[in-house]
């Protein structure tokens, strides 16, 4: 899966990708430090300890004679030096053949992420260029365009009107010489389109394609180079300290699940938006300019990542949905999935404590002894806490599954225990969150809804007073369910092709 291709619209996140491994490579070398200074610290203390207690050994205990005991004594001494050398040993090992290479890495890191940061940033302002000649001749193309019709209106309305014959020569010649230009212009602007549309082609698909490959690539190398550099830490490790190979079979264990690919396929599943390529400029007609239309999705995202100094505004919050709806359709599905994954955890502990007090409550009356009256109440209060708390985490639990089955195009889940809800049917939920609706016992198909945000009372209330700044022109023209439908119809598809 290459980045070229998913993360076309995701450069910086590429650029994140080399500061995480380059960061990554950091803390493993600030480990590798630490534990060589702790290994020759320990090795500097344990020969003094050695040789502090080898002085009074080396004098005879019986007599002028030293006892079998006292010569044992000697040898676990001496044994003990060849301890402290091995410690040593380590340290310099640690040193020399993990720390150092681990720096190389890092430099070598950060000076291909500054290359790429620096290709990207040239690659981008030619683009610029390019779009700014574009920009420049559509508009003298459309200036044109509306004084060659102003003035055959004037000439119209000259011959129609008796004027003098000098007047409407001189208006026939202006219309002459204005649609001359026109032409020109319209050569001129059709050359610009043109020369847009490749480099845009060659910008996404050649260009800064091949950039984040190759930044690709090094992240892959750098993986794998780290992993070794750990397989070396670990032989080390096994060499001089025989005793712990158990927990070095572990670290290896550990180092052999590395899959450099899996982790470069990771980095593309969070950062990739889903968004297709942009397709080529067509033709643009002054008479029929069409009009910019910017979706829920997009104004959620906008206020959410704006910068807002000490508070977060009301209409920021309500961006920030409940249901990650103003997140990208991948991002969206990942985090609700995470969510129905944490929520499902929080329900089977709640789940467990429930019954083990309903045990405990059925032990104490069946056998009082264990707990008298007073135990008895303070157990069924726990249990009906932890009912009240079951119930909640259910009903959340189930809302949660609901999104992702109609995001998926699963059949619709059973309700978990403790569910109940006297407010809202699965549909409703759906409905709410613009995820469409389900017909039990059947495939659910995740249909965008009409009337969306009235029932859910979301983000585009333009009238809230405690938001100080202004929207600004993108904002006036929202298709507040274009996105959700497109999403809710979208996902299921997407995920078949996959």
């Not at 990942?334 to 955890?345: F, R, S």
Request: overall charge negative; proline content about 4%; hydrophobic content about 30%.
């Amino acid at each position: 899966m290459p980045w070229g291709e998913n993360l076309w619209d995701e450069p910086k996140s590429a650029l994140d990708a080399c500061d995480t491994t380059a960061d990554g490579a950091s803390k493993c070398r600030h480990f590798l430090h630490s534990r060589a200074l702790l290994e020759q610290q320990y090795a500097k203390d344990l020969q003094k300890l050695v040789d502090k207690h080898k002085a009074e050994a080396s004098k005879p205990d019986i007599g002028g004679d030293h006892s079998l005991l006292q010569k044992a004594w000697v040898d676990v001494l001496e044994e003990t030096t060849h301890i402290a050398k091995q410690h040593e040993d380590l340290a310099e090992c640690f040193v020399a053949r993990c720390e150092e290479p681990f720096k190389h890495l890092i430099n070598e890191c950060r000076s291909e992420r500054k290359k790429a940061a620096a290709d990207l940033s040239n690659i981008k302002k030619v683009f610029a260029e390019t779009q700014q000649k574009y920009d420049h001749a559509k508009k003298a193309f459309d200036k044109t365009n509306r004084d060659w019709q102003d003035a055959k209106q004037r000439l119209h309305k000259l011959e129609g009107s008796g004027a003098p014959a000098v007047k409407v020569s001189k208006a026939q010649q202006d219309v002459r010489d204005l649609q001359a230009q026109y032409s020109s212009l319209k050569t001129e602007y059709d050359v610009q389109r043109v020369c847009l549309n490749t480099e845009q082609r060659t910008y996404y698909t050649d260009k800064q394609a091949l950039i984040l490959n190759n930044l690709e690539g090094f992240i892959t190398t750098q993986i794998q180079s780290k992993v070794k550099l750990l397989y070396e830490y670990a032989a080390i490790n096994r060499k001089v300290l025989p005793v712990i190979g158990h927990c070095i079979d572990g670290m290896e264990q550990a180092l052999e699940k590395v899959d450099a690919c899996a982790d470069v396929v990771l980095y593309d599943e969070n950062f990739k938006t889903g968004h297709p390529i942009p397709s080529d400029f067509g033709e643009y007609d002054p008479a029929n300019a069409p009009t910019t239309e910017v979706t829920a999705q997009q104004v959620n995202a906008k206020r959410v990542s704006k910068f807002k100094l000490f508070r977060t505004t009301s209409r920021k919050k309500h961006a920030i949905r409940d249901d990650f709806g103003h997140l990208p359709p991948e991002q969206r599905k990942k985090a609700i999935a995470k969510k129905v994954v944490q929520l499902t955890e929080e329900h089977t502990k709640v789940t467990r404590g429930l019954n083990a007090a309903q045990k405990t409550i059925q032990l104490y009356k069946d056998q009082p002894q264990f707990g008298d009256e007073q135990a008895v109440q303070q157990a069924t209060q726990q249990m009906e806490d932890l009912a009240n708390e079951q119930e909640g985490l259910a009903n959340e639990l189930f809302k949660f599954q609901l999104y992702l089955t109609a995001i998926e195009g699963t059949p619709m889940p059973e309700p978990p225990a403790g569910y109940k809800s006297d407010s809202a049917t699965p549909q409703q939920i759906l409905g709410q969150a613009g995820l469409g609706t389900l017909e039990e016992e059947s495939q659910p198909q995740a249909q965008g809804i009409e009337g969306e945000h009235e029932e859910s009372g979301t983000d585009f209330d333009e009238s809230e007073e405690d938001d100080e700044e202004e929207d600004t022109g993108e904002y006036n023209n929202i298709d507040p369910r274009g996105q959700l439908q497109s999403f809710s119809q979208t996902m299921p598809q997407q995920q078949q092709q996959q």
